[in-house]
T-cell receptor, first 113, second 115 residues
């Protein structure tokens, strides 16, 4: 079985400042990793995913994440946030031969002017 | 192209009542899922389906039932509503497994309160 731990439940940040959201996972098999974003009163949207290859993955809206196999982490970063990045962010994992995602508890990012 | 459509958006039930949450997708996806989202808990998988006529339990199936008679529709049934089922419910679909399996398309959710 897989599990995901998001280390921060809430992250306040000022506009144009950088942000990092931390995600650790555990699994006995090889996995795919994902970050989803949920804007207020909406469903989740895929930000980016790691399947294989380069450990630095770029996604939409200027986000990127780095896969670190030795530390079993998949942290999400953005160098300069906007007010519109205020949302809840979910890290997720699935076995590479399966189709069911396990989600973390989420990190709420609040961007202030 | 509507994507994943969920109805209703909001519902209040009394304890013991039953209801069906509707979910339809128009992307011809084989895989469909029902998740519930509780504050601070992330999303938990209730049931999933890999194609018409095939369903299976997820992490938290107790108190729910599903059916998948067509590729497009995947309704979720609550038979005897309980306060513990107060949650936001999301339906999702995807193309399949492997390199394309992780991109789930989500509906906008159903907020259910059981009082």
């Amino acid at each position: 079985a897989q599990s995901v731990t998001q280390l921060d439940s809430q992250v306040p940040v000022f506009e144009e400042a950088p942000v990092e959201l931390r995600c650790n996972y555990s699994s006995s098999v090889s996995v795919y990793l994902f970050w989803y974003v949920q804007y207020p009163n909406q469903g989740l949207q895929l930000l980016l995913k790691y399947l294989s290859g380069s450990t630095l993955v770029k996604g939409i809206n200027g986000f990127e994440a780095e896969f670190n196999k030795s530390q079993t982490s998949f942290h999400l970063r953005k160098p300069s946030v906007h007010i519109s990045d205020t949302a809840e962010y979910f890290c997720a994992v699935s076995p590479s031969n399966d189709y069911k995602l396990s989600f973390g508890a989420g990190t709420t990012v609040t961007v202030r002017a | 192209n509507a994507g994943v459509t969920q109805t209703p958006k909001f519902r209040i039930l009394k304890i013991g009542q039953s209801m069906t949450l509707q979910c339809a997708q128009d992307m011809n996806h084989n895989y469909m899922y029902w998740y519930r989202q509780d504050p601070g808990m992330g999303l938990k998988l209730i049931y999933y389906s890999v194609g018409a006529g095939i369903t299976d339990k997820g992490e938290v199936p107790n108190g729910y039932n599903v059916s998948r008679s067509t590729t497009e529709d995947f309704p979720l049934r609550l038979e005897l509503a309980a306060p513990s089922q107060t949650s936001v419910y999301f339906c999702a679909s995807s193309y399949g497994t492997g390199v394309v399996g992780g991109k789930l398309f989500f509906g906008s959710g159903t907020q259910l309160s059981v009082l």
